[in-house]
């Protein structure tokens, strides 16, 4: 007589219990909001770097560290978590999408067989989902560059949004609800840049690790991996990312906008402030992608934890 699994086990059926895909999706969405709360100061620096001498202005900050220390000295520890709230949300917005179109397109094009899909249509797979989320998420990425951008600005100049409800709310109300959607096509290239720049590059940087006979195929080989492909992704998608930065920050002069669009930022960035200025603020950046996907997967796996405790086990 065979042996009947545990419901703690399994299910009917002999198979692992798992967690719905509704809720895989909320638990990778409350993930990335958690690690925002830690490397959000990084992210504020980023933009503040980014922004600084926009307009062939002099440069407020020499270096990455200099910002943190003026932003600390000029507006305290809180000014450092200046647009939390919408750090938080476009995380929900954006990481909850991407998974959920990730994951539907994975499963779709999965072989009858249960063969996944090959390596080519998996960075298809991965960046159509990145754009998607990039989409969605805009709304919460305008707030979060206004708000971060506001504690450089004298008092008179400063728009001064309490909560990122608030800023979408004004946002759409003062400007228009197109405005929310400002900056949309250089922020889903970065992202179809982001997802096929870290795929190449840590396959990449993998396969070169273990070829140099120093490293076997252990957590310190991918922990390598992952911070070369993070040089390779930074360098890669700053220039999308600052002409992101700089059309969702911008105002309307004299009625019209300052920027026509990415390129135009590109070409006025090059012009005015040198071609290296298209990666201002890489430290914090950079500092900001390993931290902030290290901490997803641990609180991500703690999530996961915990639901099979409560809900899934025996």
Avoid at 3 to 30: E, I, N, Q, Y
Wanted: charged share 20%; net charge positive.
């Amino acid at each position: 007589m065979a042996a009947t699994a545990s419901p703690g086990a399994g299910g009917m059926d002999g198979k692992p219990r798992t967690s719905p895909k509704s809720v895989k999706f909320l638990f990778g969405g409350l993930a990335g909001m958690g690690a925002t709360v830690f490397v959000q100061p990084l992210d504020l620096v980023k933009n503040r770097m980014q922004l600084s001498g926009e307009g062939a202005k002099t440069r407020e900050y020499k270096t990455s560290f200099h910002a943190l220390t003026s932003i600390l000295r000029a507006e305290g520890l809180r000014g450092i978590y200046t647009g939390l709230s919408a750090g938080l949300l476009r995380q929900a917005t954006y990481t909850t999408t991407r998974l959920g179109i990730y994951t539907v397109l994975f499963e779709r094009l999965t072989g009858a067989d249960g063969t996944p899909p090959g390596f080519l249509l998996k960075a298809l797979i991965g960046m159509t989902a990145g754009a998607t989320g990039a989409f969605v998420g805009t709304p919460a990425e305008v707030a979060l560059i206004r708000m971060t951008a506001d504690g450089r600005l004298p008092p008179d100049q400063r728009r001064g949004y309490k909560n990122v409800f608030n800023a979408l709310i004004r946002i759409a109300r003062e400007e228009g609800v197109p405005t929310l959607w400002r900056g949309c096509i250089p922020t889903m290239a970065r992202a179809v840049v982001v997802n096929a720049a870290q795929l190449a590059s840590y396959s990449q940087s993998k396969q070169f690790l273990l070829d140099s006979g120093y490293f076997s195929d252990n957590i310190l080989c991918h922990f390598c991996a992952s911070m070369i492909s993070g040089l390779v992704t930074t360098a890669a998608s700053m220039p999308v990312d600052i002409a992101k930065t700089r059309i969702q920050n911008m105002r309307m002069i004299d009625g019209k906008p300052e920027y026509k669009n990415g390129l135009d930022v590109l070409v006025k960035v090059v012009r005015y402030e040198g071609f290296f200025s298209l990666w201002k603020g890489f430290t914090p950046y950079y500092a900001r992608l390993g931290p902030h996907t290290v901490l997803t997967f641990i609180f991500l796996e703690q999530m996961n934890k915990a639901y099979k405790r409560l809900f899934l086990s025996g």
